[in-house]
C-alpha cells in the first residue's frame, strides 16, 4: 500500500469510528469520479459457518437466506467501502442506497450491507467480490466465456429493467465478473434512476436549492440539432437555438445514441446498448472501442459504423437532424461481422468469423439496435441463440 493510499485509509478510520472498530481497512481498490471504494476486512465477527449469531447490521443476515447462502460461501469477513464523495447531493446518495437495496434479491446485484454515515460523509458496505480488471482478460475471451459473462449481466440487467430502473452507466468496471466462477455482478447505482424520472422537474429543484452538484453541469449541453454546424469550420459561438435538457449520465462511448440526442423519454434500453459496447468490445478486442471526446464525437464514431442514412433516421426520430461532411462516413456504413473483423485485424486474410462468434454478431445486431424501439430487451436477449442453443 503506498504512503497517499494508506495516508486516504487513516483519514478514513478516523472520521468514522463505527468503521475503525468494525473494519480492518486492507487497500484501495477503486478511484472514480463518485468514489473511493477500499477492500477491508470484518473484524468483529468469528468467523462462523452457520452464522446464527451475527449482528444483523453489520452482515450477510440483512440478506434473505438464499442469498446469505450465495455470499457466505465466498468472501464472508471481505467488505468493499464505498466512500461517496460529498460531492453528490444527499437525495443522490439516498437513491444508489435506496436501489441497491430494493436490488439485493439478484444474485447478479451486487448486495448493500448497510451504511455509515459521518455529516455529509456516507460510505456503504459491499461484500466483496472478486473480480479481475477488465483490461487484463478482453482480449482472451473465447466464445464460451463471452456466453458466461453475457448471461449474467443481461440476467442483472433483466431484474434491474423488470424493477423499472435504468442502471445509466452499463460499462467493464461496473460489471465485476470472476472467471473461475463464472459469474458476475453488477455494481455502482450512483447513476441508477426509475425509468420515467420527470428531469424537467428535478432540474428546477435542484436549481431552487443552488446544489453544487456536479451531475447538474453535465445536463445543460447545446443541442446537438447544430450537427449541420459541422458544415462550417467550429461550432457556433453564439447558439441562439434553445438548449434541450435531458439526462446524459452516463460514460463516454457507452452513451446510446438517444442519450446523445437528448432524448428525454430515455428507457432501460439504454442499457442494453452499453451491453452492446462491452460485447463489441469483447468480439473486436478493441478498447476502449470508442474513444470520444464529446457527444458530436461519439455521433460520428457511431455514424462511421452504420452510415448517415441510418444515422439521419434516428436523429430525426428524436427530433434533430443528422450532417455530416466527413468523408470516411458514408452513406450505408457496414456490416457488424465486417467491423469485427476489422476490429480484430482479421479482414485482410479473408479471414471468416466462427459458428458461435457468428451467434454473438447476429446478437451484437440486437443490441446496437439505433431505434430503441427495436432493440432487445435484456429479457429477450437472454432468449438469442446465442444462449439458447450454444455453438463454438
Ligand atoms: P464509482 O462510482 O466510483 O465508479 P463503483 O461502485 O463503480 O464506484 O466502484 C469502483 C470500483 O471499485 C469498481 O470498478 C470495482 O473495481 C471496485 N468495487 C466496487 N464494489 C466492489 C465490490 N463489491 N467488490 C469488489 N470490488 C468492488
Ligand atoms: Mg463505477
Not at 6 to 32: H, P, T, V
Not at 146 to 161: D, I, K, M, N, Q
Not at 306 to 317: D, L, N, S
Request: hydrophobic residues 35%.
Amino acid at each position: 500500500v503506498d504512503e497517499t493510499v494508506a495516508e486516504d485509509m487513516k483519514k478514513l478510520e478516523e472520521n468514522f469510528k463505527g468503521i475503525s472498530q468494525k473494519y480492518r481497512l486492507i487497500n484501495r481498490i477503486g478511484e472514480g469520479t463518485f468514489s473511493t471504494v477500499y477492500k477491508a476486512e470484518q473484524l468483529d465477527q468469528p468467523y462462523d459457518d452457520d452464522r446464527e449469531n451475527q449482528d444483523p447490521e453489520t452482515d450477510t443476515d440483512v440478506l434473505p437466506t438464499k442469498r446469505r447462502k450465495f455470499w457466505s460461501g465466498r468472501h464472508t469477513r471481505i467488505v468493499a467501502l464505498k466512500k461517496i464523495y460529498v460531492t453528490s447531493s444527499p437525495s443522490r446518495i439516498l437513491n444508489e442506497l435506496e436501489l441497491l437495496h430494493e436490488l439485493r434479491n439478484s444474485p447478479h446485484i451486487c448486495p448493500l450491507l448497510t451504511a455509515f454515515r459521518h455529516l455529509d460523509q456516507v460510505v456503504a458496505v459491499l461484500p466483496y467480490f472478486r473480480h479481475l480488471d477488465f483490461r487484463l482478460y478482453y482480449r482472451d475471451f473465447l466464445t464460451n466465456d463471452l456466453r458466461h459473462y453475457f448471461l449474467s449481466l443481461f440476467s442483472g440487467l433483466a431484474y434491474v429493467h423488470k424493477a423499472g430502473i435504468l442502471h445509466r452507466d452499463i460499462k467493464p468496471t461496473n460489471f465485476l465478473y470472476d472467471h473461475s466462477k463464472k459469474h458476475g455482478v453488477l455494481v455502482d447505482f450512483g447513476l441508477a434512476e426509475r425509468q420515467g424520472t420527470d428531469w424537467q422537474a428535478c432540474f428546477c429543484q435542484e436549481h431552487k436549492e443552488r446544489r453544487r452538484d456536479r451531475f447538474l453541469n453535465s445536463y445543460a449541453v447545446q443541442n446537438l440539432q447544430a450537427q449541420q454546424d459541422l458544415l462550417s469550420p467550429g461550432y457556433p459561438k453564439q447558439d441562439q437555438r434553445p438548449s434541450r435538457r435531458a439526462n446524459r449520465a452516463g460514460t463516454r462511448g457507452f452513451r446510446a445514441p438517444e442519450v446523445l440526442l437528448k432524448c428525454t423519454a430515455q428507457t432501460t434500453k439504454i442499457d442494453i446498448w452499453s451491453a452492446g459496447v462491452i460485447l463489441l468490445t469483447l468480439l473486436g478486442r478493441r478498447f476502449p472501442f470508442f474513444n470520444s471526446a464529446d457527444d458530436i464525437d461519439a455521433m460520428i464514431e457511431i455514424a462511421s459504423i452504420f452510415g448517415k442514412k441510418k444515422m439521419q433516421g434516428v436523429a430525426a426520430m428524436h427530433g434533430s437532424v443528422f450532417e455530416t461532411n466527413i468523408e470516411t462516413i458514408g452513406e450505408k456504413g457496414f456490416t457488424l461481422e465486417k467491423i469485427v473483423l476489422w476490429a480484430s485485424c482479421r479482414e485482410k486474410d479473408s479471414e471468416q468469423l466462427r459458428p458461435g462468434e457468428i451467434q454473438a454478431v447476429d446478437l451484437l445486431g440486437g443490441l446496437l439496435e439505433l431505434d430503441p424501439n427495436k432493440r432487445l430487451s435484456a429479457k429477450q436477449a437472454l432468449e438469442h441463440e446465442f444462449f439458447t442453443n450454444p455453438i463454438e
